[in-house]
């Protein structure tokens, strides 16, 4: 469940099946080297759409009323004058700044923070400067002791979970630490110290959701709001691209018994302090409702949760590799 710090919270509608961002087509120079024509909006810096395509040579620009689509044969990003939801490669995220459009102007513009903290590392993880190789992962259950979380059931999976991912890490051959292995309350200041007394790792901290509306579902992943400048920002978003979208693609996989799918909520930003505090590249991964029906079913159900955390995993190693292409 959300602390109150959550910056912001945007309704997401449905969207299609994840892919994985496995590749990279973006080579080409670093952003600081591009001549970029600023230009100020609502008091915010934005750069055009149209230089955005020539930055990362797409093949195509193409807008339709709001809709904005940059392409190329194996890559898209997709955006909507007015809106802080973007899709890239079929990933939702949520932008800090909404696309905006001039009067008298075709292009539209994306701010350029969006640009540097979000698209860039998405679309070229191998281009994060500090961005440093990591054998070990720092695994956070939300909640616990006390602390029951969301509808009082939310710690008892958020364990069950973190033991279930820190197996599957194991067999790939990382090195796990658990900020907690029972049922018992640990501050947050205390988890973020036990990451913080660990190198070379990244963290992920593991939740289930509660929303008033029984209908909500799917999931969400978060990293720090791009707002506060943080020297592991970039490379946190690009592991949540890697974690995020690998979850999407393995849960909506067929089954031969029913289904595990579930809905893309995107990747957000948030103020969480485990996000603000930890030194390591960090992502707090809300893996579905309890509060809705048939979720809360499938995240009761061991097969579920086997799959939930094998996924996780190849999510991480997906993050692994791209850096080791550096
Ligand atoms: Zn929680």
Known sequence: MKSLLLLMILAMPQSAIAQAIDNEPFAGPKIEQFPWKLVKISK??????????????????????????????????????????????????????????RINDPSAYLSALDLKDLLDPVLRPKHIQGAKNFNTVIIDPGHGGKDKGATGLESQYTLILAKLLKAELEKKGFRTVLTRQGNVSIPLGDRVRIANAHDNAIMISLHFNASPKPQVNGM???????RVPRPANRSSVALAAAVHSRVLLDLNQPI??????????GIRRARFNILSECKHPTIYLEAGYLTNKAEAAKIKNPAYQQRLASAIARGIEAYQVTLQKK
């Open 220 to 226: 969400e992943t978060y990293t720090m709001s791009a």
């Open 44 to 101: 915010v810096d934005y750069v055009s759409m149209v230089q955005v395509e020539q930055f990362y040579r797409f093949d195509k620009i193409q807008r339709d009323g709001k809709s904005v689509l940059l392409s190329t044969n194996d890559a898209e990003a997709r955006f909507e004058v007015g809106s802080h939801r973007c899709s890239i490669n079929k990933v939702q995220f949520i932008l800090s700044h909404p696309i905006q459009s």
């Open 256 to 265: 031969p018994d029913g289904d595990f799918n579930t809905t893309d909520r």
